[in-house]
């Protein structure tokens, strides 16, 4: 569970927290951390090197969901997406898809990728990257995904900043 559970989702408000992610201090260096709610331990951001992660917005929980209405979660979790990336590609131009399914099967067979792949993974992130950057005036990327953990997990829409470039790792290699 995210911070953001319980809240409606307003794309005024993950605007706001996607240009406040963009401006705010990203480590350069380091390992991975995941941090959380003092109290409650839910996730409030993900650091590693070169980048941030944080939640955005988190649906209910799909326990006892089923079919269309799980179906119906699932597409007004990737409307919340698409509606904050058409705000910011009005904003910064159009975004590109960087697609997570090798960085994915990589990690399921125990071949290491990045470390923020691994940080989404770890997040249970596994949706494509809606990819901005680098960002005018930053230097940074951002991107935007939606995942969960199976199908009772709630939906989770984050947000990432990064110091280097947002690419698919090469499928060549592997």
């Known amino acids: 569970m995210s911070a953001r559970a319980g809240e409606t989702f ?10 406040e992610l963009l401006a705010g201090p990203v480590p350069e260096t380091g390992p991975v951390t995941a941090g959380g709610e003092p109290d409650t331990g839910e996730w409030t951001t993900t650091t ?15 326990t006892g969901v089923y079919e269309s209405e799980w179906n119906e979660a699932v597409d ?9 990336a058409a705000e910011l590609d009005r904003e910064w131009g159009p975004h590109h898809v960087v697609p997570l399914h090798v960085p ?17 993974f770890s997040e249970d992130l596994y ?22 953990s199976d199908g009772d997990a709630p939906l989770v829409l984050a947000a990432l900043v990064s110091l280097r470039p947002v690419t698919a790792p090469d499928t060549d290699d592997w």
Do not use: K, N, Y
């Open 48 to 62: 590693g090197p070169g980048f941030r992660v944080v939640p955005l917005w988190e649906g209910d929980s799909l």
């Open 10 to 19: 307003a794309v005024a408000r993950a605007l706001a927290d996607v240009r």
């Open 127 to 148: 949706g494509d990257l809606a990819v901005w950057g680098p960002v005018a005036g930053t230097g940074r990327w951002v991107a935007l995904s939606v995942g969960h």
């Open 104 to 120: 994915m099967l990589r990690h399921q067979r125990g071949i290491p990728v990045e470390p923020l792949f691994e940080a989404l």
């Open 76 to 84: 007004a979790s990737e409307a919340h997406l698409a509606d904050l």
